[in-house]
């Protein structure tokens, strides 16, 4: 079960926040692009070009006024993709534009190999919250979006909402990231054995050889039911979601360049600076994001409600949709109708 009540009022225009208005229009959801095409009934898989790679999305259109309400914005954890949040694109649809995006270097995104560029620059929250920035100026038509994220996602998500707080409504984060390897969360007589054990896999054949036993049906099923705690919803369907991206070209080399990446933002450091509503869902059977933790972060202002979640493990809009789906909607309305 969730709990669902508001902790927190939502600021008003005038309040701490930066006044933002949702969008009156007459218009209806935009058509599909020419380069999209239905990927299943109602969803539709484009390409949009950032920084001259191909970045997948995926999107369902809203009602017929739908412009009247904030596009929601799906982002994924590590590993994951657009397909993470499968079973909740169509159902956010019916109430209002939602995407999903390919963070670079995941899902069917491009993976440029991150050794052409400067250690742990390419494959960084700086670039993933860049990249959500843009896409919601190219997409949302000057509609601040609600951005849902879950785990590293979520770092992302915040980095956004501090480069840019006009272009977000507000943001769920779904067991965030922790990011316990972070350098500053080391102790300091470990840190050289750290760093020497992730440069030993970023630069020679043991991290390839490591990848290489993951990148199975088995491996990626094994790692599934450690995250989500109902076995049973570790389905083939789900296990392929996970494994077909990974075995495109250049997967290795991103999921061994971020495993090296402690360095960059905490959720500690932007959750201050966020200048828009945070919903912080928990699933609490999570192994690699402890809740105890997790619930640190319900003390910060901009953390408007702390939402656990009975049963449910580390990805719950996978795991769980039918209780991620409304609590969603609800802050999406929440935060809308606290800006009117």
Known sequence: MARTTWSKRFPRSGARTRSIQVRRAASTSPAPRAEENEVREGVFEGWWTWKGHRVRYQRVPGPSDASTRPPMLLVHGFGGNCDHWSECLKPLGNEQDTYAVDLLGFGFSDKPDPKKYEPERL????TWGQQLVDFSQEFFDGRPCVMACNSVGGVAGLQAAVYKPDTCLGVVLLNISLRGLHVTKQPAFARPLIRAFQDLMRNTYLGEYFFQQVATARGV???????????????PEVVNKILRPGLQEGASKVFLDFISYST???????LPAVERPVLIIWGKEDPWEPVEQGRQYASFPSVKNFVELENVGHCPQDEAPHLVVPLLQQFSKAIAMAEE
């Open 123 to 126: 494959y960084s929250f700086e």
């Open 221 to 235: 099923e094994n790692i599934l039911k450690q995250a989500y705690h109902n076995p049973d919803t570790v389905t």
């Open 264 to 270: 960059g933002p905490l959720p500690e450091t932007l």
